[in-house]
């Protein structure tokens, strides 16, 4: 159990050091939720009140982040309860102007526990336990209005079942442990505020084969950022189908995150897809990395897009300049002028997720501020400044 995560902390510290910045968000939120149970079991929905935190911290290459959900049922049915958690680290490397790779790290653990009645009518409890590890390798390639994401995965863990009497008696378990190898694709399509785009996956588990396909409608702007999804799962035990809807809405320092639908099936615990679910969060932001030190960040976020941000980019010019344009890996290095605004110059643009390069021309001659908090050399011995956007979650 202490392998896993000090293994994530070892990783993340060594990128670290190399990077000159970091940002960091902890953000804590409570909601509520139905679930309801996989299709075709006799069993009635569970609704739940739920609270978190949800935390990360990123420098230019690397990161970390970690959430903590938890929930307890309500109404007049015997209580149940779930926890679920998860501690995973990102490194990242932008090889060139359009292929970029990131590796991530994953642990992962919860526990779901809720009675029910024996045939007998004698009243039971059950529990159901996992903790996994998974490693996800994934390259990117972006031509503009075409992007390619290709991904393996790879995992391993162990589950316990549990089952006892509530009025007491002896406990049976049952424990097996969890694996799957495999990998993922994606294709999306436009450049603009909504995007489309088509998924497929095959997963190798001790339990058998899973296969899916599905497609993507992600839609973004100063309002938030939602995703429409639907996909097709063959899995050892029959052919599913699921979809669902996704919705992120920042709101000053507030934050509302909403989903209604299916959700998929998971090769590495082999749970199957639910009946319709629906649930709602409003988090708060605690701490923001943007508020750290006395330094002005060159870049504001103005509003999650479906793959990564809308960016508000300033820089204080030399009071001669005439002409100041913004060129970086996310401008595929082509120049995007600025327009001066008291004083300052200014632009808004989207970002997508990643680490990235950038700088600035004035009057055709390269410019990085001197007092820029993040920066690192290229290779032409030139300092670019490094903007990191996180993925919404």
């Known amino acids: 159990m202490l392998i896993a995560p000090l ?54 290459t690397a990161g970390v982040f970690a959430s903590f959900l938890t929930g307890r049922t309500f109404g007049e049915r015997s209580p149940g309860d779930f926890v679920t958690g998860t501690l995973g680290a990102t490194l990242g490397e932008q090889w060139s102007r359009r292929w970029a790779g990131t590796l991530d790290l994953r642990v992962l653990a919860f526990r779901v526990r809720g009675p029910f009645t024996l045939r007998t009518g004698v009243e039971a409890s059950s529990a159901y336990s996992a903790v996994a590890v998974e490693l996800e390798p994934t390259i990117r390639f972006d031509a503009g209005p075409v992007t390619l994401a290709v991904s393996g995965v790879a995992g391993t863990g162990r589950s316990r079942f549990e089952v006892w009497r509530i009025a007491g008696g002896a406990t049976r378990a049952l424990e097996e442990p969890l694996a799957r190898i495999g990998g993922t694709a994606e294709v999306l399509f436009g450049r603009g505020p909504v995007r489309f785009g088509v998924t497929s996956g095959t997963h190798e588990t001790p339990g058998g084969s899973f296969t899916s396909g599905g497609a993507r409608l992600l839609a973004g702007g100063r309002w938030g950022a939602a995703e429409l999804r639907t996909d ?52 708060k932001r605690l701490v923001s990395g943007e508020d750290r030190g006395p330094a002005a960040r060159p870049y504001e976020i103005v509003s999650p897009t479906p793959t990564g941000a809308r960016v508000r980019m300033t820089v204080n ?23 001066r605004v008291d004083g300052r110059w200014e632009v808004e643009l989207e970002v997508p997720v990643g680490n990235h390069h950038y700088g600035f021309l004035v009057d055709g001659e390269w410019y990085v501020p001197d007092d820029m908090r993040d920066v690192v050399p290229d290779e032409w011995g030139r300092v670019n400044a490094i903007l990191v956007i996180e993925g919404v979650s």
């Open 317 to 339: 010019a030399p009071e001669s300049a005439g002409t100041v344009s913004l060129l970086g890996d996310f401008t595929l290095w082509e120049e995007v002028p600025l327009r």
């Open 7 to 60: 293994s994530v902390a070892a990783c993340a510290a060594a990128f670290n050091a190399r990077s000159l910045g970091a940002q960091t968000d902890v953000t804590i939120e409570v909601g509520a939720s139905q679930i309801g149970p996989p299709l075709g079991a006799e069993a009635e929905s569970e609704r739940f009140g739920v609270a978190g935190l949800r935390a990360s911290h990123y420098s230019s």
């Open 232 to 283: 097709v799962w063959r899995t050892p035990v029959g052919t599913q189908t699921t979809a669902g809807l996704a919705v992120v809405l920042p709101i000053s320092g507030w934050s509302v995150r909403g989903f209604f639908g299916r959700s998929e099936p998971d090769p590495l615990t082999l749970a199957e897809p639910g009946s319709a679910s629906v649930g709602l969060l409003v988090g």
